[in-house]
C-alpha cells in the first residue's frame, strides 16, 4: 500500500464545501482517504486561528468496463477563515 497526494485545494471559503469526482481505481481496490487543512496560500489567520475540516465519501460508482470512481467532499467548518486542504489516498 502506498500513500499518495489525490488532490489540493488551494482555497476554500468559510462554511463552503469543494467536491472531487476521483476516476479510475481498480475494482478490487481498497481505498481511505484522509484530509490535511492548512492556511491558505500562507496568509496567517486573524485573531481567530480556527481550522476544521470535515472529509465525506459521498458515493462510489463503478463503471461498466470495471473501474471504480468515488466521489469525496470536503467542508472548511470555520465560520471566517479560509483554507487549503491536501486529500491524501492510501489504495491497497
Known amino acids: 500500500m502506498a500513500v499518495r497526494e489525490e488532490y489540493y485545494w488551494n482555497y476554500i471559503a468559510p462554511?463552503?464545501?469543494a467536491r472531487l469526482n476521483i476516476y479510475g481505481y481498480?475494482?478490487?481496490d481498497?481505498?481511505?482517504y484522509s484530509?490535511?487543512?492548512y492556511e491558505h496560500s500562507g496568509i496567517p489567520f486573524g485573531?481567530?486561528?480556527f481550522i476544521s475540516?470535515?472529509?465525506t465519501l459521498e458515493d462510489v460508482h463503478?463503471?461498466?468496463d470495471g473501474s471504480v470512481a468515488r466521489t469525496v467532499s470536503v467542508r472548511?467548518?470555520?465560520s471566517f477563515n479560509d483554507c487549503a486542504a491536501k486529500l491524501l489516498a492510501i489504495v491497497g
Open 15 to 17: 462554511g463552503a464545501t
Open 76 to 78: 472548511n467548518n470555520a
Open 47 to 49: 485573531p481567530d486561528p
Open 62 to 64: 463503478r463503471h461498466p
Open 35 to 37: 484530509v490535511t487543512p
Open 26 to 28: 481498480g475494482e478490487n
Open 30 to 32: 481498497a481505498v481511505t
Open 53 to 55: 475540516v470535515t472529509l
